[in-house]
C-alpha cells in the first residue's frame, strides 16, 4: 500500500508572511482551501483562514495578522489516521506537513487522505460491520477484538466511532466469521448492539415474538 507521505504536496507554495492581504485574497478565491500554511522567513508560524482572509485590510501584510493564524499541523512521521483527526479537530480541507524539526515539508489535502482510506482493507475489503456500544468506563478494545477472534473472526479494522462522558461506540469491520456468534458473544459481555443486522436472531426472536402478541392482541 502507498505511504500516506506520498500524499504531500507541494502544488501551492507556501503564503509568505510579507504578502499583502490583497494577494492572499487572490489566491483562495482561484483555490477551494479552507485554510493554508504561512511562513515567516522560512519558519512555519500557523495556517490563515480564507473566511478570516475576507474581513482583513487588504492593504496590510499577512503577518500584521499573525495573532488570527491557527496553529494545527501534522508531523511527517504521523500514521493516517491522525492525520484524519487533525482534519477532522481544526474543520479544514489543508493540514501544513513538519518533520521532527520543525520545518515545513508541504500540506494534505483532505481528498487526497480520503483515497488513501479508501485503499485501506477497512474500506476495500468486503465485509460486515458491526458498532456496539458500552460504558466509558467498562470498554476494552482488546475485549472487542477477542470477541471477534474467539469466534474465528477476521478484524479488518475497528475505531471510537462516538462518545461522550458515559459511553462509547466501536465500529468494527469484520472480514469473516459467523456475524450471529459474534453479536451474542457482545451481548453476554455486556455490549449493546447499535447497528442492525439480519443475521441477529435474537433481535429476529424478538420481532417475532412481537408480531405474535400483536396479532393476538387484535383477535
Not at 123 to 130: S, T
Not at 197 to 216: A, C, P
Request: proline letters at 2%; one cysteine or more.
Amino acid at each position: 500500500m502507498t505511504e500516506i507521505t506520498n500524499y504531500i504536496t507541494n502544488d501551492f507554495g507556501p503564503i509568505d508572511g510579507q504578502e499583502t492581504i490583497a494577494s492572499v485574497q487572490d489566491f483562495f478565491a482561484e483555490v477551494n482551501f479552507s485554510h493554508f500554511p504561512v511562513l515567516e522567513e522560512g519558519i512555519f508560524i500557523g495556517s490563515i483562514s480564507s473566511d478570516d482572509v475576507e474581513t482583513f485590510d487588504s492593504d496590510k501584510k499577512t503577518i500584521d495578522y499573525k495573532y488570527t493564524l491557527e496553529r494545527f499541523f501534522a508531523r511527517k512521521s504521523m500514521i493516517w489516521l491522525d492525520v484524519l483527526e487533525v482534519f477532522a479537530k481544526n474543520h479544514t480541507n489543508t493540514i501544513p506537513v513538519l518533520d521532527e524539526n520543525n520545518s515545513y515539508v508541504g500540506y494534505y489535502e483532505i481528498e487526497d487522505i480520503m483515497k488513501f482510506f479508501q485503499e485501506t482493507p477497512f474500506i476495500k475489503e468486503q465485509g460486515g460491520i458491526i458498532i456496539v456500544q458500552k460504558g466509558l468506563l467498562d470498554y476494552s478494545m482488546s475485549e472487542v477484538t477477542q470477541i471477534v477472534e474467539s469466534n474465528n473472526g477476521k478484524i479488518l479494522g475497528c475505531f471510537v466511532s462516538e462518545a461522550d462522558l458515559e459511553n462509547v461506540q466501536i465500529t468494527i469491520k469484520i472480514g469473516l466469521g459467523a456475524m450471529n456468534e459474534i453479536i451474542q458473544t457482545y451481548r453476554r459481555y455486556g455490549y449493546e448492539i447499535i447497528s442492525e443486522h439480519q443475521e441477529d436472531t435474537y433481535i429476529n426472536s424478538l420481532k417475532e415474538r412481537s408480531d405474535y402478541l400483536d396479532k393476538y392482541l387484535n383477535i
